[in-house]
């Protein structure tokens, strides 16, 4: 079954230092989204991509955050100066939009623990 | 926005018994409503779905039933097993590729 594979699993960071957490999406899907969850918490929203640009953001996705697909293949999000509140998993997900495209919903990668110190 | 309520947020049951948890909805335009089950430290996986223009779907041991006019939608599970035991998330939006927005979260435990 095709995944979405994220790196690193865990992250430690410094406050005010960036970090870029990687994702792989399924490779004949076309949505890309970013999610985060604090430790506890439900399943947050932060973007959307579609045809290499940013379809919808949350108020969660400030001037912080950026995301990029900067090959065919990977689709990364940097927080550019990191605070202590964005300790959380960060989950990458992808969902499809080939035509004749049966699976209908997300697959969610397994996660970047971020942790910031 | 939408906002998806969800309830209980912890619900304990013995091996065998059936689990129910519920979902409401407020955006009468979300079409599309997957339930997800997260084992600790483990990413959400998708166990089932449904969309508006159906009222029930049912796989196996689950089932979700969707009432369009009350904006709620619930999980089944029969025969609870304790490798039920998780956090179980509802979800809405707008369509397949759309945003997601989810509930709080239902700890299930099943005791053997």
């Known amino acids: 079954e095709p995944e979405v594979t994220q790196t690193p699993s865990h992250q430690v960071t410094q406050m005010g230092q960036e970090v870029i957490l990687r994702c792989v999406p399924i490779s004949n899907h076309l949505y890309f989204y970013w999610y985060r969850q604090i430790l506890g918490q439900k399943v947050e929203f932060l973007v959307s991509?579609?045809?290499?640009?940013?379809?919808?953001k949350s108020e969660i996705f400030d001037d912080q955050f950026s995301v990029e697909r900067p090959d065919g293949s990977n689709f990364t999000l940097k927080i550019r100066s990191t605070k202590l509140e964005d300790s959380a998993m960060y989950f990458c997900a992808s969902s499809g939009g080939t035509a004749g495209d049966s699976n209908y919903g997300y697959t969610f990668g397994s996660g970047t623990r971020l942790t910031v110190v | 926005g939408e906002n998806v309520e969800q309830h209980p947020s912890t619900l304990s049951v013995q091996e065998g018994d059936s689990a129910v948890i519920k979902c409401t909805y407020s955006?009468?335009?979300?079409?599309?409503f997957p339930w997800y089950k997260q084992e600790l430290g483990k990413r959400p996986q998708l166990i089932i779905d449904?969309?508006?223009?159906?009222g029930e779907k049912k796989d196996q041991r689950i089932a979700v039933t969707l009432n369009k006019t009350a904006k709620h939608f619930s999980l089944h599970i029969t025969e609870t097993q304790p490798e039920d035991s998780a956090v179980y998330f509802c979800?809405?939006?707008?369509?397949?590729?759309?945003?997601?927005?989810f509930g709080k979260g239902t700890m299930l435990l099943v005791s053997p």
């Open positions: 955006d009468s335009a979300s079409n599309y």
């Open positions: 991509f579609y045809n290499n640009e940013i379809s919808e």
């Open positions: 449904i969309r508006s223009n159906v």
């Open positions: 979800a809405a939006s707008r369509g397949r590729y759309s945003t997601l927005t």
